[in-house]
């Protein structure tokens, strides 16, 4: 058998074998595989859950608890009573009697923040707003004052320091018939205060009041400068002339004064 018969015979032999495989895919033939849809298979994602719906529900206030009911307890009267009277009284305490005192007379002692006696400067200036001041030095070893020939009224005792410290009593009275001994000036630190005068007066009066007590009552002359001592905070200054219903009020102001500072005024009457 020569080449190209052996050729021929096997392509017909293969071409039948691809008939029968096609056939038995294919019954219906070509026809039915060219309708033959492909099968797509379509997925569709899960449905989503929906959210709860949360209801907000407002708590009941909760009623504060009830105060518990105080227990009172009762007082036997007749036990007490019999108890509280078989107690001994209590001692009664006498005050000291003042000490005596001479007639217009005020005496003490200067002591600093220690209890010490210190030498100060003392003054006597009358409540009502007189002229009359004494000044005397209390003693350099024990720190006593004393003043004496005062007269009836009532009396405001101050003492100060060169170094600034300042002490004050007010409402001490005396009479005709005694004085007041025993009294005790504590310094504390103060403000100093320089008052300056001058104008067409040669002299004049100058009242220093301090929380409504007067605490300087002093002559002030022309073209000269007074140095005192006043508890720091708000002093008022009338200077003046004359005394009695002749009194004239020159000028007066109020001043705010620093303890540890220089306080300076002046006063120029015409």
């Not at 038995?24 to 026809?31: K, V």
Request: aromatic content about 4%; hydrophobic content about 35%.
């Amino acid at each position: 058998m020569s080449t190209q018969v052996k050729a021929a015979v096997a392509l017909v032999v293969v071409s039948g074998i691809a008939w029968v495989v096609w056939s038995s895919a294919f019954p219906g033939g070509p026809d039915a595989a060219a309708e033959a849809p492909s099968e797509i298979q379509v997925v569709r994602p899960a449905p989503e859950p929906k959210p709860e719906r949360v209801q907000l529900v407002t708590p009941e206030p909760v009623p504060d608890p009830p105060a518990p009911t105080p227990r009172v307890r009762k007082r036997d009267t007749a036990a007490t009573t019999a108890q509280e009277t078989s107690r001994p009284a209590p001692e009664r305490v006498v005050a000291p009697p003042p000490q005596p005192a001479a007639p217009g007379t005020i005496s003490g002692i200067v002591v600093d923040v220690n209890g010490q006696p210190a030498d100060a400067s003392v003054a006597a200036v009358r409540a009502s707003g007189s002229l009359r001041m004494t000044t005397e030095r209390s003693d350099e070893q024990k720190g006593k004052f004393e003043f004496t020939n005062l007269g009836d009224g009532e009396f405001t005792i101050t003492a100060s320091t060169k170094a600034g410290q300042v002490a004050i009593q007010g409402g001490v009275r005396i009479d005709s018939t005694q004085g007041v001994a025993g009294l005790r000036l504590t310094l504390e630190q103060g403000a100093p205060l320089k008052i300056t005068f001058d104008g067409s007066h040669d002299t004049a009066r100058c009242a220093v009041t301090s929380n409504s007590v007067l605490i300087h009552d002093f002559t002030l002359r022309k073209g000269q400068t007074a140095e005192i001592t006043v508890p720091p905070g708000m002093v008022f200054l009338q200077v003046y002339g004359g005394a009695g219903a002749d009194r004239t009020v020159y000028e007066e102001r109020s001043l705010s004064v620093f303890s540890g500072e220089e306080n300076e005024t002046t006063f120029v009457i015409r």
